[in-house]
């Protein structure tokens, strides 16, 4: 992974950070993109730190233009694209589908659908360039499941499931290697925040009694950015504790 060059969207929390975080003790060129500049900054502050070079680009992955500059700072700043980590996203007010807001759902839809697709189809171009590169799109257990009161969330990450498999079966043979995740509840700091017994009633409903740790995710997604991985496309990998077995 030394002297590689990844984008991370969505990188300034969450398993992005976690992902810069394990990159960048690898030495690996990272571009932290994230709509929050005092959380892109911090994580570039925090890879600094391990000793690789990164940059920080805010944008907004639902806007055509900011994914256009985030990957044109990207080239200038390192001249190539390696690997790209897709993982913004959001996810919603927790209502049943219905009364989700026509407003509510598209902008689910220009964020974790829209702007998976424009960075695959920027980030590709320029890989394609160069011979090839290694992406993970971040689905969810949303997107191989239907989630209630999460309706608009769960048709985008399943069309982020289907958008991989396509472009699997389009790129393979020129050297783009693709996969995508699919986590289920974690740990994060939203999380946290929640009342304890929801914390625990959540839990409790995986198999394995437990919700997920972020740098469990991060492990996966580094895994499959690696050449250890070097046969696996196209696939969706659950790391979920055993909930989409259900």
Known sequence: MQKKTAIITGGGSGFGREVALKLAKKGTNITVVDISRENGEETVRLCKELGCNAIFVQADVSKVEDVKKYVAKTIDSFGKI????????????????????????????????????????????????????????????????GIPTLGAYSATKHAVIGLTKTIAGEYGRENIRINAIAPGTNETPMVKAYPKKAIKQMA????????????????VVCFLLSEQSSYIHGAVISIDGGAAAL
Not at 84 to 108: K, L, P, Q, Y
Not at 109 to 137: A, H, P, Q, R
Not at 210 to 219: F, K, N, S
């Open 82 to 145: 390696d690997l790209f980590f897709n993982n913004a996203g959001v996810s919603g007010s927790g209502v049943r589908t219905i009364e989700c807001s026509v407003e509510e759902f598209n902008n689910i839809v220009d964020v974790n659908l829209n702007g998976v697709f424009y960075g695959l189809k920027f980030v590709i171009s320029e890989m394609l360039k160069t011979g090839g590169g290694v992406i993970v799109n971040t689905a969810s257990l949303g997107g191989l499941v």
């Open 204 to 219: 409790e409903a995986v198999p394995m009694g437990r919700l997920g740790q972020p740098h469990e995710v991060a492990d």
